[in-house]
């Protein structure tokens, strides 16, 4: 079941019960403490004075104490509303957790990595539904995006956008061009793939201005291997080259940083924009390495 309905549920739930306790339950117990304090009294009223309990007040206390303590039902629903509600709203417009669990976006996002994901840069959108309530700011390319899997919406992907609606994503034989132009990229030095165990070669690639490492391993050929069926699929073209696609409106085109180790949009196909979750900004743990802790734009 997705996280978030199973937050919601708890929510509604400790919600209502929060509610009856305010408004009902809490009254009920008042009420009751106080007739067993004015019982007690009663009770104290009728003997002699030298034979009156010395530990009245005590007594008091505890009666009203005893009376006024929450059923364990409402101690795990009520009690436990304001943390969830909080962790709710937090989490569903304005910073989500998430744990990196592939290989697809390295060098800029290793296995391992525990991220943040800004949930209201792009719009505030519905929990659950996902629908867009704000407007926000428009996806820029070199954005690394959270999405909903398109194949499976109960799934969250994570690329770089490539490409924006109406535009043309030519990558083929390994040099990306976007619109006609290629995309500037300056060689690195060797990187060292652990999930292969094997070095790739590694390009400074420019999208607009904002620069990202990418990866490229010589071993594997250029030309895309098991694309599936999905929708707008003819705005493809594949070759032994590779694949140029045009972006279809309220479309993105995706793709992993680990160019020939990522499931993106050359195999899937385009991301609509009502699967957008947010944009990831900053890395908050890896306990493997604690260097890694901080932006990573």
């Known amino acids: 079941m997705n996280f978030a309905l199973v937050l919601f549920i ?11 306790d305010k408004l009902v339950f809490a009254k009920q117990r008042r009420r009751a403490a106080d007739e067993a304090v004015a019982e007690f009294d009663r009770q104290q009223s009728r003997v002699e004075a030298r034979f009156a309990n010395g530990n009245a007040d005590q007594i008091r206390a505890r009666l009203r104490d005893d009376n006024l303590r929450q059923p364990w039902w409402l101690e795990y629903t009520a009690s436990f509303f304001p943390v969830i509600l909080a962790v709710f709203v937090v989490r569903s417009f304005i910073v989500e957790p998430f744990k990196i669990p592939s290989g697809s976006m390295v060098p800029t996002l290793l296995v391992g990595d525990f991220i943040l994901v800004n949930k209201y840069d792009y719009g505030l959108r519905m929990p659950i539904t996902n629908t867009k309530i704000t407007q926000g700011r428009p996806l820029q390319r070199g954005d ?7 194949k499976d919406e109960s799934v969250d992907y994570i690329k770089r956008v490539i490409g924006l609606s109406g535009d043309t994503v030519a990558y083929e034989d390994k040099k990306l061009t976007i619109n006609g132009k290629p995309v500037p990229e300056v060689a690195q030095p060797d990187f060292f793939d652990e999930e292969r165990v094997g070095y ?7 999208l607009d201005g904002r620069k990202n490492n990418i990866l490229n391993n010589l071993q594997v050929p250029p030309f895309v291997m098991g694309a599936g069926d999905f929708p707008n699929r003819d705005n493809c073209n594949y070759n032994a080259q ?18 020939d ?6 195999y899937w196909g385009f991301v609509p924009d009502q699967n957008i979750v947010g944009r990831a900004f900053f890395i908050w743990m890896n306990f493997s390495n604690l260097k890694r802790i901080g932006s990573f734009e």
């Open 200 to 206: 790739s070669k590694q390009f400074t690639e420019d």
């Open 10 to 20: 708890l929510v509604v739930v400790t919600g209502i019960a929060w509610v009856l």
């Open 144 to 150: 690394v995006v959270v999405f909903r899997y398109p």
């Open 261 to 266: 180790n990522s499931a993106d949009s050359r």
């Open 242 to 259: 590779g694949v140029t696609c045009k972006v279809p409106p309220g479309h993105y085109f995706m793709m992993g940083d680990n160019r």
